[in-house]
C-alpha cells in the first residue's frame, strides 16, 4: 500500500478553479488507476476522476468537461485541476488508487465553493 497526501484546497466563489496535488509516500509507476475521489457534505465519497499509469482518463458526468486529472509518475504524483467550479463540487477530496486501499485514505483537500 502507500499513504496519499493530498493539497490545494480552499475556498473558492462558483466559477472559479482550483488544483490540487496529491503526493503519494512510494512509486504510483505500478498503480494502474489513481482517482480523485469526492466527499460532499452528508454523502458517500465518490470517484469523480481517474487516470491509468498511460494516461487514459475518466470522469464522473458531474464534472466531464470542467475537471482535468493528470499524474506525474517520476514524482509521485497526481494532479486534479478544477474549473468552472460549482457549489455541488463543495467537499472534500482525497486520493487514492482505484480500487482505492482502504487504509489508505489521507486528511483530504477541502473544497469549499460559495460566494
Known amino acids: 500500500q502507500a499513504q496519499f497526501v493530498e493539497s490545494g484546497g480552499g475556498l473558492v466563489q462558483p466559477g472559479g478553479s482550483l488544483r490540487l496535488s496529491c503526493a503519494a509516500s512510494?512509486?504510483?509507476?505500478?498503480?494502474?488507476?489513481m482517482g480523485w475521489y469526492h466527499q460532499a457534505p452528508g454523502k458517500q465519497r465518490e470517484l469523480v476522476a481517474g487516470i491509468t499509469v498511460g494516461g487514459n482518463t475518466n470522469y464522473a458526468d458531474s464534472v466531464k468537461g470542467r475537471f482535468l486529472i493528470s499524474r506525474d509518475n517520476a514524482k509521485n504524483r497526481v494532479y486534479l485541476q478544477m474549473n468552472s467550479l460549482k457549489p455541488e463540487d463543495t467537499g472534500v477530496y482525497y486520493c487514492?488508487?482505484?480500487?482505492?486501499?482502504?487504509?489508505?485514505w489521507g486528511q483530504g483537500a477541502q473544497v469549499t465553493v460559495s460566494s
Open positions: 512510494r512509486s504510483i509507476f505500478t498503480i494502474y488507476v
Open positions: 487514492n488508487k482505484d480500487p482505492p486501499w482502504v487504509g489508505s
